[in-house]
């Protein structure tokens, strides 16, 4: 059973960075791409950010781009979401996301491409 497993959020100010955690368990996540959502009061869930199973290829929503950036450590089946120059509206619950077993597809920004969350974790940010 794959667990996602958040953490790292908190409150911070405006102009603040914050790094988020994902670890993996009961499987391997080289062959993988994953994902960070999040998903504010009242809102849908909003991609944030993918990385591919080789730490190639990266997406960002647009909201994130140049302020955000993911990255990968297979050997710990870690997923990490770098967050820079936080804004008021980057305030939010953020998931980590894995596809299905047999899905190795690079890119993905929908969220439902994803068959594994994590439990969430709440970034507070204050201006």
């Known amino acids: 059973q794959i667990q996602l497993v958040e953490s790292g959020g908190g409150l911070v100010q405006a102009g603040d960075s914050l790094t988020l955690s994902c670890v993996v368990s009961?499987?391997?996540?080289?062959?993988?791409?994953m994902g960070w959502f999040r998903q504010a009061p009242g809102k849908e869930r909003e991609f944030v950010a993918t990385?591919?199973?080789?730490?190639?290829?990266?997406l960002y929503g647009d909201s994130v781009k140049g302020r955000f950036t993911v990255s990968r450590d297979n050997a710990k089946k870690t997923v990490y979401l770098q967050m820079n120059s936080l804004k008021v509206e980057d305030t939010a619950v953020y998931y980590c996301?894995?596809?299905?077993?047999?899905?190795?597809?690079?890119?993905?920004?929908?969220?439902?491409?994803?068959?594994?969350w994590g439990q969430g974790t709440q970034v507070t940010v204050s201006s």
């Open positions: 996301a894995a596809p299905g077993d047999s899905d190795h597809r690079n890119r993905l920004d929908e969220a439902l491409d994803y068959d594994y």
């Open positions: 009961g499987r391997s996540i080289s062959r993988y791409s």
């Open positions: 990385v591919s199973w080789n730490a190639g290829p990266t």
